[in-house]
């Protein structure tokens, strides 16, 4: 079975700080992704990684970084976190060319 | 870009009721899946369907993607499938994998 695990399920952070959101994934898929989740706005792709040390941005990139060292790590950089960077993250990965997406467990995070 | 519409946006049902989920989706897809959200929020892939008809115990699910509609059928439904389910697609075309997501179907199983 394939396991994608988020380094923390509950985060608070003051605003200004420097936040990272790490995901680890075990069954050497190429792709991986981090999204957001807000009740109302449903799921948002931040940013996507298809390869070591290539990125794409999503649809909501700003006031976010990414790295990708390794290939079963992705990480998520707030480099000055906001309030309104509080939310659900979700990490997710994939094989190449798109097949079934695989989501970790969800980091909630409070900026306050 | 591609727009997915879920249908109900909420849904109440007795315990042992059949319900029905539908998604809507704008254009040619050729990845589509079902998610369960259960109430920690962990999302938990339920079927990998861009086409056909796939079955797995209480729950099965039909794309037709010609008429680019996904049904999720949830049969005898129990209190544990209550959560949100979502219907994501990649749109042909589209970068290395990147789902769309629906707003989800609110479940909530009454015993």
């Known amino acids: 079975d394939v396991k994608v695990t988020q380094s923390s399920r509950y985060l608070v952070k003051r605003t200004g700080e420097k936040v990272f959101l790490e995901c680890v994934q075990d069954?050497?898929?190429?792709?991986m992704f981090w999204y957001r989740q807000d009740p109302g706005l449903g799921l948002r792709l931040i940013y996507f990684?298809?390869?070591?040390?290539?990125?794409e941005k999503g649809d909501i990139p700003e006031g976010y970084s990414v790295s990708r060292e390794k290939k079963e790590r992705f990480s998520l950089i707030l480099e000055s976190a906001s309030t309104n960077q509080t939310s659900m993250y979700l990490c997710a990965s994939s094989l190449v060319g798109g097949g079934t997406q695989y989501f970790g467990p969800g980091t909630r995070l409070l900026v306050l | 870009g591609i727009q997915v519409e879920q249908s109900p946006p909420d849904l109440i049902l007795q315990e042992g009721a059949n319900s029905t989920l539908r998604c809507n989706f704008s254009d040619s897809v050729n990845n589509l899946q079902w998610f369960h959200q259960n109430p920690w929020g962990q999302l938990i892939n339920l079927f990998y369907?861009?086409?056909g008809t796939k079955q797995n115990g209480r729950l099965s699910a039909t794309t037709v993607a010609t008429e680019r509609y996904s049904l999720l059928y949830i049969s005898s439904s129990q209190t544990t499938d209550s959560g949100v389910y979502f219907c994501a697609v990649l749109n042909y075309g589209g970068s290395q994998g990147n789902l769309i997501f629906g707003k989800g179907t609110k479940l909530s199983v009454k015993p």
């Open positions: 369907i861009p086409s």
């Open positions: 069954m050497d898929h190429e792709n």
């Open positions: 990684s298809y390869d070591v040390k290539m990125k």
